[in-house]
């Protein structure tokens, strides 16, 4: 997990623009919001006139325009000010620095200003629901890794029902996920019947006269923590991924009756049967090695000695958990949502890797470090069409997951006409109503004797009853009937 020490560079307002050009053309990254993605670092740079043939991350922004410039722009603000090669003395410098921060201040209120005028004018609307194509807006940020494909494929579902759909996200990776107003714009022109947002409330921010859903797919801190109560609109309703989230859903005072189970989808667009490609008697895992997830912790080797033992045993749960927690002073949400994926992961692509019955793949980054696993790594995969032609070139894939069956990977899979490999140990004890789909194991003996096996029933009637159609089709009735 990377952190703002891993990045020394910053984005920066230069004095000197062929300065600002050479830095621009070495493309250094810089820290996000995100501790997975990173951006592109921003050089601005003053002077009277712009270069030609400038890098899109390299920007002219005189200083006199610096104010209008950093209000209505939709990119990340320098957090540094470069006066090389300028002849600037050291007062001076410091001298322009203090106004330059006064400016930006100010711009930064202004902007402020501004999302309060939009969020004002945004709880006005009052859509007409008699019109004949509904407006759905569905917002996603480029700092996320799944949700912001599952908000577009959300998107995907609701043209399907010939709805004017906006999927909104960030342009590009100069551009900050924190700077609300750009979505708020976009909002406003676009005037949604429908707002769906993912992990997170926001009908605050819009016309109660909106529909708003929400759909829980973390334990987000507004949802976990017991301080942070609740009330819904009339037309705010919920999609939640466990039954977990409507506990606490419920004690913060919210009605059963606006909490609707919503396991994740998949694009049957993209995620489907592939009949030019050959499938193989072969096995594939999809997903990168966690690494940076454990903290250096007193007696914590002995601890993931301890977890491997009861993962290979088949007997992981969350009393045991809780006593190793006790034992080793360590908190147990530390270990199930941090350690232990790590090493159950690693674990299980390990089994897998060992037998010799079928050929091994390997997809995703980190695992060519390991030097017994390497030659099984056939490197990284763009999200979408490159994963989907993956799992149709295997008879088997598998998955590994301690929290939830019902995960993104295995919906995936089953539209792919692939088999799933599936952990049966779950902590939650959350329901499986496709056992007889899939192939499932909770120790390595049992894995490699499923892999000469076929599931009792088809493997693509997963994805089949669990859609993103079906969801969209969901929120529009309640709109309909509603609106």
């Known amino acids: 997990m990377r952190t703002i020490n891993d990045y020394p560079e910053r984005d920066t307002y230069f004095f000197n623009s062929e300065i600002a ?36 991350n390299c920007i002219h922004v005189p200083l006199e325009n610096v104010y209008n410039y950093f209000v209505r722009t939709k990119n990340r603000i320098p957090l540094v000010i470069n006066f090389d090669n300028t002849e600037f003395s050291l007062n001076e410098q410091v001298e322009v620095q203090g106004q330059f921060n006064v400016i930006m201040q100010a711009a930064i209120k202004e902007k402020e200003a501004l999302i309060k005028l939009y969020m004002d004018e945004i709880r006005a609307f009052n859509p007409d629901f008699s019109e004949k194509k509904l407006r ?4 996603a940020c480029r700092e996320t890794t799944v949700m912001q494909y599952v908000a577009k494929n959300i998107a995907e579902a609701f043209k399907e029902f010939d709805c004017e759909v906006k999927y909104f996200i960030q342009d590009n990776d100069l551009q900050a996920c924190k700077d609300f107003l750009p979505q708020l714009v976009s909002v406003h022109e676009f005037k949604p019947h429908i707002y769906l947002s993912i992990n997170h409330f926001k009908h605050h921010l819009i016309s109660d006269n909106i529909f708003h859903f ?18 819904l609109g009339e037309r705010d309703y919920i999609f939640s991924l466990f039954e977990q989230f409507d506990k606490k859903l419920l004690a913060k005072g919210i009605s059963k009756d606006r909490i609707f189970r919503q396991h994740f989808c998949t694009n049957p667009n993209i995620f489907k049967e592939r009949p030019e490609i050959q499938r193989k008697e072969k096995i594939i895992f999809i997903g990168r ?75 995703g980054s980190g695992w060519d470090k390991i030097p017994h696993l390497k030659k099984f790594h056939k490197g990284e ?18 998955t590994g997951d301690l929290n939830y069956f019902y995960q993104q990977r295995l919906l995936e899979i089953s539209a792919s006409g692939t088999i ?60 309909k009937e509603n609106g």
């Open 21 to 56: 050009l050479q830095e621009a053309n070495k493309c250094h990254r810089v820290y996000t919001d995100s501790s997975v993605i990173d951006g592109m670092q921003i050089c601005y740079y003053a002077g009277d006139e712009p270069l030609e043939n400038a890098p899109y």
């Open 289 to 363: 090695l966690y690494e940076g997830h454990e903290r250096n912790l007193v007696g914590q080797e002995e601890l993931k000695t301890e977890l491997k033992i009861l993962i290979r045993q088949g007997v992981i749960n969350l009393d045991s958990i809780h006593q190793l927690s006790k034992k080793y002073n360590i908190d147990d949400s530390y270990i199930v949502e941090w350690l232990l994926p790590s090493i159950m992961r690693l674990e299980i692509v390990e089994w897998v890797c060992s037998q010799d019955i079928l050929p091994v793949e390997l997809y």
């Open 420 to 479: 799933p490999l599936v952990y049966s140990v779950n902590l939650e004890n959350q329901p499986f109503e496709h056992k007889d789909n899939v192939l499932l194991y909770s120790t390595k003996e049992e894995l490699l004797n499923n892999l000469t096996k076929t599931p009792k029933k088809d493997s693509r009637q997963i994805a089949q009853e669990i859609s993103f159609e079906k969801m969209a089709k969901k929120m529009l009735d309640i709109a």
């Open 381 to 398: 995969l763009e999200y979408g069409e490159d994963v989907a032609k993956v799992y149709n070139s295997a008879k088997y894939s598998l």
């Open 214 to 231: 929400t759909w829980f797919q973390d334990p987000m801190p507004l949802l976990i923590n017991e301080e942070y109560k609740h009330k």
């Open 136 to 139: 759905v807006f569905i917002p």
